[in-house]
């Protein structure tokens, strides 16, 4: 059996002294200094997202009806339980509507899984992303919190069309 010790290379006296390195640092850092920041001032600054980012969902009215039908696919596909719906029958054609929607924020994951299994496009991620509260009550949204008209959402609903 070849039984070869390799042994670490010794440090000559400048490596022992680090300097070098250190000096290798100090010029990134500064190189650093004149590059343009990307750093916001929040809250004086505010980050104005993208159609693709996923903020709080909301459910999505068309000209004043919501389109939602309560055949509650979100809230069964919800990882983290935070959709609760309670279906009542309309004279409509859509024959269906949640008389109760809401959503607890303190479980919401954002993760969008509720958008994606909507049959209707009925529930959608926003660009919101600012909450805050104090209590828990606060934070279970119903549908004066949630409903959303397809103006306000456009970006989004047009950034779901073209990437679905
Ligand atoms: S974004 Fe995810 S966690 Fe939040 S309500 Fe939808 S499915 Fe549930
Ligand atoms: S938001 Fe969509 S998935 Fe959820 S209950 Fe309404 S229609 Fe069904």
């Not at 990134?28 to 343009?36: M, Q, V």
């Not at 004086?44 to 999505?60: I, Q």
């Not at 696919?73 to 024959?95: D, G, N, Y």
């Amino acid at each position: 059996m070849n039984n070869k010790i390799i042994r670490k290379k010794d440090l000559t006296f400048l490596q022992k002294l680090y300097i070098p390195d250190i000096l290798k640092g100090l010029k990134l850092t500064i190189a650093e200094i004149f590059k343009p920041k990307f750093t916001q001032q929040f809250p004086e600054e505010r980050f104005a997202p993208p159609a693709s980012f996923r903020g709080r969902p909301v459910l999505v009215t068309e000209n004043g009806t919501e389109r939602c039908v309560a055949c509650g696919l979100c809230s069964r596909v919800c990882p983290s339980l935070a959709i609760e719906i309670q279906a009542s029958e309309t004279e409509s054609p859509k024959e269906r509507y949640p008389v109760k929607f809401e959503i607890n924020m303190l479980r919401c994951i954002y993760c969008g899984f509720c958008e994606e299994v909507c049959p209707e496009e009925a529930i959608v991620m926003s660009k919101e992303y600012l909450l805050a509260f104090s209590s828990q009550e606060e934070a279970i949204f119903g549908k004066d919190k949630l409903v959303k008209s397809t103006t306000e959402l456009h970006d989004r609903l047009e950034w779901l069309r073209n990437n679905r």
